[in-house]
């Protein structure tokens, strides 16, 4: 069981020189044949990094580190802890998965954690390290942050939902029709067709559309080896990491992409994950219920998560993981739990004889105060769970972010802020509890922070949970500068659109958030082009994808400042005329934004024509802001 206090591991260092050669470049992972979960990084600052990995067997590990810096190698040992929580259940070990050798997914129920956690290195250096254990020797590099006044350029990625499960290998997700692009020939049909044929459609009637092209699997697989290629200092998660935090083969195939053997890159750089909704569903293991061994769903997955990561302190022992505070360089990432809100509500709260009207159309009334109806605090503290925290104003944890937003702009830090549930949504999760469209899981609640984000100066908030690619801009005092708010919930699991006003595709869309400014549904047109046959997507459309974000410096003193742009990456397959895979490309959506900050971390009124970037820099002003947002020309589906 996970205990508020994480447990700390004496780490001794041993130096002496070693033969060389015996660091050797990065290895794939098949050759790390004993480890469970290769080694994966977490909590980087100035001076180190925590390594993190699993082995099936109570064998000790040794991590040893080198780098020009060091006169002679760090060696650590590492001490296995069995960590039960992680052993398959029944529920687990009987499922059958449709299109899967039963079992052929399945591990040791062993799972032994071993943590090494490093601090005493140089800012901003790359160092190589090694892991053994028993025969196996896994190979890999690192690098510390930089330090806030001694850095050239940073890239980190951001992106949500990827929601791993076995049988992501074979389920091709829903794939909801949005815009057209100018002279784009039509999508296929939904009977009859080639696509149709090959991939499958999904849902019946007004409701029935067609399949994307790759599996769940294949997306995310393909998504991550972009992320990789680019090689980001840090990848940013918020949330629905897997299909079930209480689901271990979700949890296993989660590992397999990202620290296993389908790729290692969180082995090389470090991941700043966020509690989602599924990290609080116990899926075959009680969903947000009990089931029949006693685990109540909700407290089994967040039990799992706090095994798997291991955050900073945040001040409250029993809110440990569930939000933090890393800096790195410049940048200040903050990351809060969105899961709960206090008073509890429901959709059952609405409409009824003596209670409050329900809401509908754009209707708003109000951001409502939870963002789930599955489960209460007490429902969660009788099943012995003592982590639950509340996110409203006056809860420890909105206390705790006012704190720390107010330090990182007296820092003069570029903020950003991730939690799962988007505040502002044009889709499935959009609309506060009080509405009759709302879902019971609607991010809405989380828009009481957006005074105090606008206040300190946040520079975007990321989140998910819409499973849509989505940009929103609010600025509540009108002076130009607000913050944007982005969906990055298409890592590799669901493909969705705006909502409609109705249940069926062919109704209007609701737009319901007033402050969208652009979702790749309805500004990305697909452009739809008959070649060799077959009709084929030539570009444009919903796609796996991610954020990518690239600060950098330009310049000295008062006449420097830092470039922050934000690119919506997707993932674009490219098809034979049978519609095989051909390979996946790197695309960026045209909806890119750059802006500029002094070295104060403050961003500046936008300037209005891309143009006038080149007269402002060649006459100083250096700190102005600069929004360039790129539109094809797209006919909207309404």
């Known amino acids: 069981m996970h205990s508020p ?150 890239r980190f990625m951001a992106m949500a939902d990827s929601e791993t499960e076995p049988a992501g290998r074979s389920t091709y997700r829903e794939w909801q029709p949005g815009a057209l692009a100018d002279n784009s020939a039509m999508r296929p049909e939904l009977s009859d067709s080639q696509w149709a044929n090959t991939f499958g459609t999904a ?35 918020p949330g629905d990491l897997v299909q079930g935090g209480g689901y271990q083969p979700g949890w296993d195939e989660f590992f397999r992409h990202n620290a296993g053997e389908f790729d290692s890159g969180l082995s090389r750089y470090p991941l700043l994950p966020a509690l989602g909704n599924w990290e609080n569903f116990g899926a075959l293991n009680g969903g947000y219920g009990t089931d029949p061994d006693g685990r109540f769903g909700p407290k089994f997955g967040r039990d799992k998560y706090h095994v798997y990561f291991d955050a900073p302190d945040n001040g409250t022992p029993e809110h440990q993981d569930n939000y933090y505070r890393i800096d790195y360089g410049p940048i200040t990432i903050i990351t809060l739990d969105s899961s709960n809100g206090e008073p509890s509500d429901r959709r059952s709260n609405y409409g009824g004889e003596e209670q409050p009207p329900k809401i509908s159309g754009r209707d708003y009334t109000g951001p409502g105060t939870d963002t789930q109806e599955n489960y209460t605090r007490e429902q969660y503290e009788a099943a ?59 991010g809405t609640p989380m828009r009481q922070y957006q005074s105090m984000f606008e206040q300190y100066g946040v520079l975007a908030v990321l989140s998910g949970h819409s499973e849509m690619f989505e940009r929103s801009f609010v600025d509540e005092n009108g002076d130009g500068i607000g913050v944007y708010y982005y969906d990055v919930g298409v890592s590799g699991d669901g493909l969705r659109g705006e909502k409609r006003d109705g249940s069926s595709l062919s109704d209007p869309l609701l737009k319901y958030n007033s402050f969208s400014q652009w979702t790749a549904d309805q500004n990305a047109g697909e452009f739809w082009q008959e070649m060799a046959g077959a009709l084929q997507l030539v570009d444009g459309g919903k796609h796996y994808g991610h954020l990518e974000v690239n600060v ?38 045209g909806d890119e934004i ?12 936008p300037v209005p024509e891309h143009r006038s970037i080149l007269g402002l820099l060649a006459w100083g002003f250096c700190t102005a802001a600069i929004k360039f947002a790129k539109s094809s020309k797209t006919k909207p589906v309404v």
Request: charged fraction near 15%; proline fraction near 5%; aromatic fraction near 10%.
């Open 5 to 154: 206090q994480k447990t700390q591991f004496t780490q001794v260092a041993i130096a002496f020189t070693l033969a060389a050669g015996l660091i050797a470049a990065i290895a794939s992972p098949s050759t790390a044949g004993t480890f469970r979960v290769n080694p994966y990084l977490q909590r980087p600052s100035t001076d180190g990094m925590s390594f993190t990995w699993f082995t099936e067997q109570e064998t000790a590990g040794t991590l040893t580190i080198t780098g020009t810096d060091l006169n002679n190698p760090l060696i650590f040992t590492s001490v296995p802890n069995l960590q039960p929580e992680l052993a398959y259940t029944t529920a687990e070990k009987n499922q059958n998965i449709s299109g899967l050798t039963p079992g052929s997914w399945l591990l040791s129920d062993n799972n032994y954690k071993h943590t090494v956690d490093v601090r005493g290195l140089q800012a901003g250096t790359t160092y190589e390290y090694t892991v053994t254990q028993g025969s196996s020797v896994f190979n890999s590099n690192f690098k510390t942050a930089p330090s806030k006044d001694d850095w050239t350029s940073i």
């Open 203 to 237: 849902g019946s009637g007004g409701s029935q559309t067609l399949r994307y092209a790759l599996t769940e699997t294949e997306g995310y697989k393909h998504n991550l080896e972009i992320v990789n290629s680019r090689q980001p200092d840090f990848l940013v998660m």
């Open 384 to 442: 012995g769970g003592t982590d639950l925290a509340d996110f409203n104003p006056g809860s420890p944890q909105w206390n705790w972010a006012e704190t720390q937003l107010e330090d990182a702009r007296n820092q003069g830090q570029i903020i950003f802020v991730q939690f799962h549930h988007a505040p502002y949504s044009s889709g499935e999760h959009g609309q506060p509890m009080n509405h009759e469209l709302s879902t019971g899981q609607g």
């Open 552 to 589: 950098e410096r330009v310049g000295e003193g008062e006449s420097g400042y830092a470039k922050i742009t934000l690119s919506p990456v997707y993932s674009f397959p490219i098809l034979d005329s049978n519609y095989n895979l051909v390979r996946t490309e790197r695309r960026v959506y």
């Open 594 to 605: 750059t802006l500029l900050a002094g070295f104060d971390g403050q961003i500046v009124k």
